[in-house]
């Protein structure tokens, strides 16, 4: 698997200045990045998709210059009503993967099944413009509802070869769940994945729903902010979790890129993006260029 970074990992600095932060990331040695939300930041829609305010031209030619490539694109909320701009702007920059960031639902499984049909239109949508959507996941996803996860309910009600995931391994641990079990599960729609670090000094389970979240009640936007404070990130490769099975295991599902993401960090942006970077070379099976 090729190396990246999630973009949200520096997004104080990139939401101060923009270029100034893409060009610090590729000079650290981060070639290819996704990048974040659009609509949960003051960044514009549409041509500013790409959270740099720049035409599609101008970012074309920027990305060239400095030679990143954009593997993926999340969008938020679900249903963005500028999704078909979003998609028609980085189809342009030749990206072949958008996605979904993540949602909740306290609904229950009759929500799951409404955001499912949500989800295939998205898919159709980018397929209109070559390209694969994808569905992020985060710890609720692992909560049951009649016996299955919110992650299988999703499979058995979405459409392999239209709607493909990206696995985030710290969140799937987070859920109670083993990431590698469930990168099997996902074999043949699994196309990125996610990787942060939990902390040793965390002082609580890896779990959240071993201690901190019922795994019985709904879970809110609100339980998921108050379940993701800085002290349980650690710097990609400084933490706990055995990062090279989960290497191991994209590598035989064919996942192409693995993207480092930093949450939260105690440090700045750009130092914490470094040490994950010098962390993670000590892992197998990654390449960086």
């Not at 239209?162 to 099997?184: H, I, M, S």
């Amino acid at each position: 698997m090729k190396v990246g970074i999630q973009l949200y990992s520096v997004k104080q600095h990139l939401m101060k200045d923009g270029l100034g932060t893409m060009k610090e990331v590729a000079k650290i040695g981060y070639k290819y990045i996704e990048s974040f939300s659009a609509s949960r930041f003051p960044i514009g829609e549409g041509e500013k998709a790409f959270g740099l305010g720049l035409e599609r031209r101008d970012a074309k030619a920027f990305l060239d210059d400095t030679g990143i490539r954009v593997v993926g694109a999340h969008h938020h909320p679900i249903d963005c009503p500028h999704f078909e701009a979003m998609c028609d702007y980085f189809s342009y920059l030749g990206v072949q993967n958008i996605g979904m960031a993540g949602t909740q639902y306290p609904g229950g499984k009759d929500e799951v099944l409404k955001k499912c049909e949500i989800l295939m239109k998205n898919a159709e949508t980018a397929k209109k413009y070559g390209m694969w959507y994808y569905y992020h996941n985060h710890f609720q996803e692992y909560q049951k509802f009649d016996g299955e996860t919110v992650m299988e309910i999703i499979q058995k009600n979405t459409q392999p070869g239209l709607l493909c995931f990206e696995q985030d391994n710290y969140w799937t641990a987070r859920g109670g769940a083993d990431p590698v079990k469930e990168a099997e599960k996902l074999k043949g729609r699994l196309i990125l994945m996610h990787q942060k670090d939990f902390a040793k000094d965390a002082g609580e389970p890896v779990s959240l729903f071993d201690q901190r979240v019922d795994i019985n009640k709904p879970i809110t936007q609100e339980i998921h902010q108050t379940n993701r404070h800085v002290g349980t990130f650690a710097e990609v490769g400084n933490g706990i979790l055995p990062i090279q099975d989960y290497i191991d295991a994209g590598n035989r599902l064919g996942v192409e890129y693995i993207l480092l993401e930093q949450d939260l960090t105690r440090i700045d942006e750009f130092d914490s993006i470094r040490i994950s970077m010098d962390a993670f070379r000590k892992f197998t099976g990654v390449e960086w260029d």
